[in-house]
C-alpha cells in the first residue's frame, strides 16, 4: 500500500511485521462481497482502527501469526492478516507501554 | 414445589468458565442437545433456590451480538424472544477490555443482566486488580466477584438474580453513549423504527442496522423498508464524516467504550516473571518443540482413547455375549430367537462395544484438551496445513481420531467455528480408514499382496481425502474460511465440568444412534433370514461382477459391512469358504474389495452420529456420495490394475 518511508511511517499489512514488532491499526480492508463477516469479525475481536497490535510469532509453513491485541493473545490467519494495515511505531527498548 | 419459575440464561465470551458455572449452578439435573436445526449445542438444566425453579440455559460462547455466526444469531434471539428472566454475563477478569464489549452489546438488548466477573484469582495473579464496586457503578448492573472452579460467588449471583427478578434490587443497565454524530444518528433511527414490530429495542435495532447487521436488515426490510433506506443515507453521512466505514466507526466507538471503563476499574501491576502458562505457551508453539510436543499428545491421545476403548469393547461384548444362554433358554433355539438375538441384541452389542467404549475416553480427551486451551495451539500449528484443504487447524483433530473410530470425529467436528466447515470436516472425515477399516485393509491386502500395497492403499486413501476436502470446499456455498481465534491462557481443565460433559454428551449419542443401530441390524438379518437378501446378491451382480470383478457373494458381505465394516471381511472368508482368502480372490481383487469397503459408506454408527449432528438430509447425502464415490474408484482401480499387468 501506500509507504512513505522518507518520513519513517509507513501503512503495511500486518503480515509484513517481524516477531515482536508493534504497529497501530489503520484499516482493515474487507475485499470482496461475502468476506464482510471476517472483518466484522475482525473489529469484534477488538481489530478496530487505533488498536495497538504486537506480533508475537508465526506459525511456519506461511501459517498464522499469534498477536497481542487489547491485553489478549488471538491467532488469526495469514489471509486475515494481510488484509489488516498498520502504521509501524519506532519502539525503543525499556519504552513503557501506556 | 411451589410453581415459582426462574429462568436464567448464562452468557459470555468463550473461554470465560461459563460451562463450570453451569456445572456448578445443574449438577446432574442437565440436559444437552441441539438448538432445533443447529449443529450448535443447547445445555439445559434446572435447580431449586430460595422457594424457585430455576431454568439455566448456557448459551453459546461468543464475542458479539451480531449474526453472522449462528452461535449469536441463536443467543441474540433467544435473550430478545424468549426474554430470559435474569442474563448472567460471565466476564473474564483477565481479559475485561474484550469482555466488557460484549457487555455494552447485551446492555443494548435493554435484559436485567448480572455480572460474573470470573476468575479474578487468575488475574491477580496476572497482576491486574479489579474494582468491582466501581465496575457496577458505571456500568448500573450488580457486579460479583467469582472463582467458578472453587465454587467462590456462585450462592451470591444466584442471590443477585432472584433480588432482580423480585424486584428489590434494580438493574437497570446504562447505555453506551457512542459520539455525538453518531448518537443524534441512532436516535433519528431509533424513532423511525420504533412500531418496526421487531422483538429487539428500537435503539438496538437502530444501532445494528448502522452496524450493517443483515438479518435485522432483512427484518426491517419486511416492516420499514423507508427505515433501511433511511439507514443507508446516515451511514453514508457518517462515513463522510469519520473517514471509516460506518459498521468499523460503531464497533470503534463501542471499543472505545469498553476501553474507557476497563481503565477506569483495573489497575494493573505487570508480575516480574513470566507464569508457568507463559512458558508452556512458547513451548507448545514453537516452531520445531511445538510440533514434537504436539505429535507427542496426539499420540498418547489416540493410544489412550484405543487402549482404554478397547479394554472396554471387550469387557462389554463378552459381558453382553453371555447373556445369550439365557436368551436360547427363554425364547428356545430356533428361527425366532435367532432373528432377535442376531437381529436386536447383537445390533445393541455392535452399538455398545463399537461405539460407546470409545466414545467415552475420546470425550475426555477431547474436554480435557478444549478447556486446558490446547486446541488452540494445535489448531494454530497445523493451520496452514490444513488451510490446503479448506478447513482451518481444528480441523486436523477429528481428521487424526477418523484413524481410529470415524463416530468420535464426526462428534469432535463441533469443534469448528461455522456449520460449514462442520459439515466438510465431518466429509473428509468419514473417508478416514477407521480401525475396523484398518482390520480388512491389513488382513487382506497386507496380508496376501504385500505390506507395501497396504501403506499404498493409505497413501491413496489420504489423497482422495485431501482432493475431496478440496472439492467439497469448492462446491459448499458460505463464506472462505479464516483463522480467528482465542489462544486463552492454559489452565487445568475442571475435573467435574469435563466429566459431567462427558456424561451427559453420551447420553445424547446413546439416544441418537442406538435406535438407528438396532433397527439397521435387525433389517439386515430379516432380510438374510428371509432369503430377500440372496435376491439383493444377484441384483447387485452388474456393479459386483461387472463393474468391479469380483465374486458375487461380496454383495453380502458389503451389505453387512455397513453394521461393522471388519464384518466385510470376517463375512468374506465365511462366505468363499476359505479361510486362505488368497486361495478365492486375486490380488486384483483383494485390492479392489479394500479399495470399496475403504469409502463406500460410513457404517451405521457413523451415519447415526451424522444424522445426530446434521441431520437425516445431510446424512443421507454424504453417505449416497460415498457409495458412489466407492464404486467409481472401485471399478477404476479394477481396469488400471488389470491393464497394468496385475492378475
Request: a neutral charge; glycine letters at 8%; charged letters at 20%.
Amino acid at each position: 500500500m501506500s509507504s512513505t518511508a522518507d518520513t519513517g511511517v509507513s501503512e503495511v499489512p500486518l503480515a509484513m511485521l517481524r516477531d515482536g514488532e508493534t504497529g497501530i491499526v489503520v484499516s482493515v480492508k474487507s475485499g470482496y462481497g461475502k468476506a464482510w463477516g471476517l472483518k466484522k469479525r475482525l473489529m469484534d475481536m477488538g481489530i478496530t482502527p487505533g488498536t495497538r497490535i504486537t506480533v508475537v510469532k508465526s506459525a511456519p509453513f506461511h501459517g498464522p501469526m499469534e498477536i497481542l491485541v487489547r491485553g489478549y493473545r488471538l491467532a488469526i490467519g495469514r489471509g486475515m492478516a494481510e488484509r489488516i494495515f498498520v502504521r509501524m511505531e519506532e519502539t525503543r527498548a525499556g519504552c513503557a507501554e501506556k | 414445589m411451589n410453581g415459582k419459575k426462574l429462568v436464567i440464561a448464562l452468557a459470555g465470551n468463550a473461554n470465560v468458565g461459563k460451562s463450570v458455572i453451569f456445572n456448578y449452578l445443574t449438577k446432574l439435573h442437565q440436559h444437552i442437545g441441539n438448538w432445533p436445526g443447529k449443529t450448535v449445542e443447547k445445555a439445559e438444566g434446572t435447580l431449586h433456590f430460595k422457594g424457585y425453579t430455576v431454568d439455566v440455559v448456557d448459551l453459546p460462547g461468543i464475542y458479539s451480538l451480531s449474526t453472522y455466526s449462528t452461535e449469536e444469531s441463536i443467543s441474540r434471539r433467544f435473550i430478545a424472544v424468549e426474554k430470559p428472566d435474569v442474563v448472567i454475563n460471565v466476564i473474564d477478569a483477565s481479559v475485561l477490555e474484550r469482555n466488557l464489549f460484549f457487555t455494552l452489546q447485551l446492555m443494548e438488548l435493554e435484559t436485567p443482566i448480572v455480572i460474573a466477573l470470573n476468575q479474578v484469582d487468575v488475574a491477580s495473579k496476572k497482576g491486574i486488580q479489579i474494582d468491582f464496586e466501581k465496575l457496577e457503578k458505571i456500568l448500573g448492573v450488580p457486579v460479583v466477584p467469582t472463582i467458578a472452579v472453587k465454587g467462590v460467588g456462585i450462592f451470591k449471583l444466584l442471590e443477585k438474580a432472584v433480588e432482580i427478578f423480585e424486584g428489590k434490587l434494580e438493574a437497570k443497565p446504562r447505555q453506551v453513549k457512542y459520539g455525538e454524530e453518531v448518537e443524534e444518528r441512532i436516535e433519528k433511527l431509533a424513532e423511525a423504527v420504533r412500531d418496526s414490530g421487531l422483538p429487539y429495542p428500537a435503539r438496538y435495532v437502530a444501532i445494528k442496522l448502522l452496524e450493517g447487521d443483515r438479518e435485522i436488515q432483512e427484518e426491517v426490510e419486511k416492516s420499514k423498508p423507508q427505515a433501511v433506506a433511511l439507514a443507508r443515507s446516515l451511514g453514508e453521512e457518517l462515513e463522510r464524516l469519520h473517514g471509516h466505514s460506518c459498521p468499523t466507526l460503531i464497533t470503534s466507538e463501542r471499543y472505545q467504550a469498553a476501553n474507557y471503563i476497563a481503565r477506569e476499574v483495573q489497575k494493573l501491576v505487570p508480575p516480574v516473571k513470566p507464569t508457568l502458562g507463559e512458558k508452556l505457551h512458547n513451548v507448545t508453539t514453537h516452531r520445531v518443540a511445538g510440533y514434537l510436543i504436539m505429535a507427542a499428545s496426539l499420540l498418547s491421545l489416540f493410544f489412550f482413547v484405543f487402549a482404554v476403548g478397547n479394554v472396554f469393547s471387550d469387557i462389554l461384548t463378552s459381558l453382553l455375549y453371555g447373556f445369550k444362554p439365557f436368551f436360547e433358554r427363554v425364547l428356545g433355539a430356533g428361527f425366532f430367537e435367532e432373528l432377535v438375538w442376531e437381529g436386536v441384541v447383537e445390533g445393541l452389542i455392535a452399538g455398545a462395544s463399537v461405539a460407546l467404549p470409545y466414545i467415552i475416553p475420546f470425550y475426555l480427551a477431547l474436554y480435557f484438551l478444549e478447556d486446558s486451551g490446547y486446541l488452540s495451539r494445535i489448531a494454530f500449528l497445523m493451520d496452514s496445513i490444513m488451510h490446503k484443504m479448506g478447513l482451518h487447524g481444528k480441523a486436523f483433530i477429528p481428521l487424526i481420531l477418523g484413524y481410529g473410530c470415524n463416530v468420535p470425529a464426526c462428534l469432535g467436528c463441533r469443534i469448528m467455528e461455522t456449520q460449514r466447515e462442520r459439515l466438510i470436516a465431518a466429509f473428509v472425515t468419514t473417508l478416514v480408514p477407521c480401525a475396523a477399516r484398518t482390520v480388512i485393509i491389513l488382513g487382506l491386502v497386507g496380508r496376501f499382496v504385500g505390506i507395501q500395497w497396504a501403506l499404498m492403499l493409505y497413501a491413496f486413501d489420504l489423497l482422495v481425502v485431501f482432493l475431496l476436502g478440496r472439492i467439497a470446499f469448492r462446491i459448499l456455498p458460505g463464506e472462505p474460511t479464516g483463522l480467528i481465534m482465542e489462544m486463552p491462557d492454559y489452565r487445568l481443565p475442571h475435573l467435574k465440568t469435563v466429566l459431567s460433559q462427558t456424561w451427559f454428551r453420551l447420553l445424547e449419542f446413546m439416544k441418537i444412534a442406538f435406535p438407528l443401530i438396532i433397527v439397521s441390524t435387525f433389517t439386515v438379518k430379516l432380510l438374510e433370514a428371509t432369503g430377500i437378501l440372496r435376491v439383493f446378491t444377484s441384483l447387485l451382480t452388474p456393479v459386483t461382477v461387472a463393474w468391479l470383478g469380483l465374486p458375487a457373494e461380496t454383495g453380502i458381505t458389503l451389505l453387512f459391512g455397513v453394521l461393522r465394516k471388519e464384518l466385510a471381511l470376517i463375512m468374506l472368508a465365511t462366505l468363499l469358504g476359505a479361510a486362505d482368502l488368497s486361495k478365492a480372490l486375486t490380488p486384483v481383487q483383494m485390492t479392489v474389495f479394500t479399495i470399496v469397503s475403504m469409502f463406500y459408506i460410513p457404517c451405521v454408527a457413523t451415519i447415526a452420529t451424522l444424522v445426530m449432528e446434521f441431520g437425516w438430509r445431510k446424512a443421507l447425502v454424504i453417505t449416497l456420495s460415498e457409495i458412489v464415490l466407492a464404486l467409481i474408484l472401485g471399478g477404476l482401480s479394477f481396469r488400471i490394475l488389470i491393464l497394468a499387468g496385475l492378475t
